[in-house]
C-alpha cells in the first residue's frame, strides 16, 4: 500500500473509530439507561404489590381474629356484621368442626376464596380470606372464623394506582382475569410474561417491560407488571445516520490531507535514512511555513545539533572514564542491589555509547539470570521484555555463557548460534566477566571480597558471580580496547557491590537467630508476631501460640556443667524444628524458654503439637557427655502453655503474655504438661422491644406505619407488642 493509502486508511480509522464507538456507546448507554430505570420500577412496585397484599391479609386476619376472640356465641354474628360494616372485611364466615357454614355476612364474595397462607392459587382467585380457628375458654377446637376481601378489576386497579404501573392479574392456566392494559398491548405483555421468571424483567417488541410477581408464599395472587420504556423513537435511524454523513466528510478530508501530505514526507523519509546510516550531513528542503514546513526545519536543526553532540560525547567519553572510582566509592555505600546493578549498566552505557546493554548473575543451577537490561526492546528472545529475568543464558553456551565460564571477556560482530542460546540478538557486541576473589574471607573481610583482580593472571584465582554486556553502537562501530578497559571498570564495581549484599544480607541473617540453637531469637519473634497477627486479621484466620519451659534446666546445668546444658538445649531445637511444620516459626526467646507460631492453628491443632513435642521430649533423654567423658543420658520434660489469637488475646504481645500466664500455670500443675489460656469474658448485650400497631388507610390497602387507625378488638393476632430485634454486639 502506498503512503498515501495507508494515511487515508489511518485517518479513517481515527476518525470514524470514535464515531462508531461513540454511536454505539450512546444507543447501548440509552437502552441500559432505559432498561436499569423499568428494572427499577418494577421492582419498587414488585416490593409494593407485596407489602399490600401483606397488608391486606394482615388486617384481614385481624378481622377474623376479632370475631373469634368474641366469647359468647350469640355475639359473633354481631362482631362479624361491624367488621364488615367498618370496611376491614368484605364478608365474614364462621364455620363449625363438621364444615358447616354456622353464619355468613350478607353480600360476601363468591366463592372460592384463596386463602393467604397458601403458597399458590389453585384455580381464578375471587377473594382473598384469611382464617384463623375459633376455640372455647377451655380450649377445645369450634371451627373457623373466615374473613374475606374481593379480588375484582376495582382491586386490580388500586394496586396499579398503589404502584404506578400496569397490573395484570392470571388465573392458573395462564388467562387473564383482570387487567389495567390497553387492548393494543395485552396480547404482547401476556407473551412476554411467560417468558420472564422469577424477578427477571422481559421486554415487548413495542417497547414494553414486563415482570411477573407470585404466585408466592404470602402472596398466591399470580401478577404481571408492565411499564412503557423511555427510549426516545427513531433513535437508531439517527444514530446511523450520523455515522454515514461522518463517514462521507472523513473519507473527503482524509484524502486531501494525504495528497497535500505525501511529497514532503517522501523527502524527509529520505533524509532520515541517510542520517540512519551515518550521514548526519543530510537536509531536507523546506517548502512552506506549516507543519511539515516546521517538521523539516526542525530536523535540518536537529542533525546539525546531532553532530556537535557527537563529536561533545566523544570528548567526554574520556572524562567520564576519570570518575569511575568515586562512582565505584558511591556504589559500594547501599544494599540495594537492583538499584546499584541499573546504576551500573547505565553508566556503562553512557560511558561506552552503546545502544543496549544488560547484567547477568550466576544463579545455584549454573544458569546466567538477567537482573537489570535496558535498550532492549525488539532484541529479546524470548518472553516478557518488562521482566529481565526472562532472559536466561546457561554457562558455556553462547558469548555470554563462554565468558562466564572461562573467565575471559569478547567482543566482535554477532553471529547466531544453532541452536539458539537465549541471548539478545545484535549487530556487534562486548561481554566481561565479573567475579570475587577464591581465597577472599567468605561474607567480608580484610582481602575485600568481590573486588575485581589487578591482572589477568589473577583471574584464574575468581569465583564467577556474573556478566555485564554491552550492545550496537551508533553507526555500526564495533567496541574497542577501550571500551573493554571501561566496561571491565564497571565490572569490578558491580563485583564488590554484590558481595557487599550477601555480606550485609548474612549478617541480617545472624542477627536474628540464636547462635547455639539456630533457631530465630527474640528480636525477630517481636516483628514475627507482629506480621502474623496483621495475616491473621487480614484474612479472617486464626494463630495459636507456645510457650516452652524445659523443666528443672538448672538442675542439668549444676549437676552436669553447662557444656551438658547446652547439649540439651541444641537437642530440644531439633527435636522442635523436626515436629513443626515448614510454615511454623520456633523462636529461642532467652535461657530454656521457649516459643513457637502455629499460623492458621485453632486450639485443638495447637494442643495436638503441643502433645507430641511433651511427647518426643519426654520419651527420648538427651544423651551428653558427663564429667568423666562418659556418655550420660539425661531425662527432659518441658512445659507447655497454649494462646491462641484472637480467642485469648486482641494483639501481638498479649497473646504472648496469655501464653506465659498459661505457662506458669502448667508449670504450677506439676510440669511435664500443657495448659492452654483462659478465654476474656464476654461482653454482656440488651435488648430493647419496640412496640408496633395495626393501621387501616382510607384507601382499603394498608401499608406499614401510614394511618393512625386503632385495631377493632385488643388481643387480635395483629395486636400487642412485636419480637425485638437482635444485634450482634461488639
Not at 486531501?256 to 537536509?283: F, I, K, Q, S, Y
Not at 494483639?651 to 500443675?669: E, F, S, T, W
Request: proline share 7%; aromatic share 4%.
Amino acid at each position: 500500500m502506498t503512503l498515501r493509502g495507508r494515511l487515508t486508511a489511518a485517518f479513517l480509522t481515527v476518525v470514524l473509530g470514535p464515531v462508531l464507538l461513540g454511536a454505539f456507546f450512546v444507543g447501548s448507554t440509552l437502552s441500559a439507561v432505559d432498561r436499569g430505570r423499568a428494572t427499577e420500577r418494577l421492582g419498587l412496585a414488585a416490593a409494593g404489590v407485596r407489602t399490600s397484599v401483606d397488608a391486606l391479609c394482615q388486617q384481614l386476619r385481624a378481622a377474623a381474629d376479632a370475631v373469634a376472640l368474641v366469647a359468647d356465641p350469640a355475639g359473633r354474628p354481631r362482631a362479624a356484621d361491624q367488621v364488615v360494616g367498618r370496611g376491614l372485611a368484605a364478608a365474614v364466615q364462621i364455620v363449625d368442626t363438621a364444615g358447616r357454614t354456622s353464619y355468613a355476612t350478607i353480600g360476601g364474595p363468591a366463592g372460592p376464596w384463596q386463602d393467604c397462607a397458601a403458597d399458590a392459587a389453585t384455580g381464578p382467585v375471587r377473594a382473598l380470606a384469611a382464617r384463623v380457628r375459633l376455640r372455647d375458654p377451655s380450649g377445645a377446637d369450634l371451627g373457623t372464623v373466615a374473613a374475606a376481601q374481593p379480588v375484582d378489576p376495582a382491586f386490580v386497579a388500586r394496586l396499579a394506582a398503589v404502584t404506578g404501573v400496569g397490573v395484570t392479574l392470571l388465573d392458573d392456566p395462564g388467562r387473564i382475569t383482570h387487567t389495567t392494559e390497553d387492548r393494543e398491548v395485552r396480547a404482547a405483555v401476556l407473551a412476554a410474561a411467560r417468558d420472564a421468571d422469577g424477578d427477571r424483567v422481559t421486554d415487548t417488541a413495542d417497547g414494553r417491560y414486563v415482570r411477573r410477581v407470585g404466585p408466592s408464599p404470602g402472596q398466591p395472587l399470580p401478577l404481571v407488571l408492565s411499564v412503557p420504556g423511555e427510549r426516545p423513537p427513531g433513535l437508531y435511524a439517527a444514530l446511523v445516520g450520523a455515522v454515514v454523513l461522518a463517514a462521507l466528510l472523513a473519507v473527503l478530508a482524509a484524502w486531501r490531507l494525504a495528497r497535500v501530505t505525501t511529497r514532503p514526507l517522501v523527502e524527509l523519509a529520505g533524509a532520515v535514512d541517510r542520517v540512519a546510516h551515518g550521514d548526519l550531513t543530510a537536509r531536507v528542503p523546506v517548502r512552506s511555513r506549516d507543519e511539515i514546513g516546521r517538521l523539516a526545519a526542525a530536523f535540518n536543526r536537529m542533525t546539525r545539533e546531532t553532530g556537535s553532540y557527537v563529536a561533545a560525547l566523544t570528548s567526554s567519553r574520556d572524562q567520564l572514564r576519570g570518575h569511575l572510582a568515586v562512582l565505584g566509592d558511591t556504589l559500594a555505600s547501599t544494599h540495594d542491589l537492583q538499584r546499584i546493578l541499573r546504576v551500573i549498566l547505565h553508566s556503562a552505557i553512557a560511558a561506552t555509547g552503546a545502544r543496549a546493554g544488560a547484567v547477568l548473575l550466576l544463579d545455584g543451577d549454573g544458569v546466567l539470570v538477567g537482573q537489570c537490561v535496558e535498550g532492549l526492546d525488539g532484541r529479546w528472545p524470548t518472553g516478557d521484555p518488562a521482566d529481565p529475568a526472562t532472559l536466561r543464558v546457561p554457562v558455556g553456551a553462547g558469548v555470554l555463557g563462554t565468558v562466564a565460564a572461562t573467565g575471559e571477556p569478547l567482543r566482535g560482530r554477532w553471529e547466531p548460534a544453532d541452536p539458539p542460546t537465549g541471548e539478545p540478538s545484535c549487530e556487534t557486541y562486548v561481554a566481561v566477566p565479573f567475579a570475587a576473589p577464591r581465597g577472599a574471607e567468605p561474607r567480608g573481610g580484610p582481602d575485600r571480597p568481590g573486588h575485581p583482580p589487578a591482572d589477568d593472571d589473577d583471574a584464574t584465582e575468581c569465583a564467577a558471580l556474573g556478566v555485564l554486556a554491552l550492545y550496537d553502537r551508533p553507526g555500526a562501530d564495533e567496541f574497542d580496547d577501550g571500551d573493554l578497559v571501561t566496561l571491565r571498570t564497571f565490572a569490578g564495581h558491580a563485583a564488590v557491590a554484590v558481595e557487599n549484599v550477601r555480606v550485609h544480607e548474612e549478617a541480617q541473617r545472624l542477627s536474628l537467630t540464636d547462635p547455639l540453637t539456630g533457631l530465630w531469637n527474640y528480636r525477630y519473634l517481636r516483628e514475627s508476631i507482629r506480621r502474623e497477627v496483621e495475616r491473621a486479621n487480614r484474612f479472617g484466620r486464626m494463630l495459636s501460640v507456645l510457650a516452652l519451659d524445659l523443666d528443672r534446666f538448672k538442675d542439668v546445668n549444676d549437676t552436669w556443667g553447662h557444656a551438658a546444658g547446652d547439649a540439651v538445649l541444641v537437642e530440644f531445637a531439633r527435636r522442635v524444628r523436626g515436629e513443626i511444620r515448614e510454615v511454623d516459626l520456633a523462636f529461642r526467646q532467652g535461657g530454656e524458654e521457649f516459643v513457637v507460631l502455629l499460623p492458621e492453628t485453632d486450639a485443638r491443632g495447637a494442643t495436638i503439637v503441643a502433645e507430641r513435642l511433651g511427647s518426643v521430649v519426654r520419651d527420648q533423654p538427651v544423651r551428653v557427655e558427663g564429667h568423666t567423658g562418659e556418655p550420660i543420658a539425661v531425662p527432659v520434660t518441658v512445659s507447655i502453655g497454649i494462646a491462641v489469637y484472637p480467642d485469648h488475646a486482641a494483639g501481638g504481645q498479649q497473646v504472648l503474655d496469655a501464653a506465659d500466664d498459661a505457662l506458669y500455670a502448667a508449670k504450677a500443675a506439676g510440669r511435664d504438661g500443657y495448659r492452654l489460656a483462659r478465654a476474656p469474658d464476654p461482653v454482656p448485650t440488651e435488648e430493647i422491644p419496640v412496640v408496633a400497631a395495626a393501621v387501616s388507610p382510607p384507601d382499603g390497602l394498608p401499608r406499614a406505619g401510614a394511618g393512625d387507625a386503632a385495631p377493632v378488638a385488643q388481643g387480635g393476632a395483629s395486636s400487642g407488642p412485636h419480637p425485638p430485634r437482635q444485634s450482634r454486639g461488639r
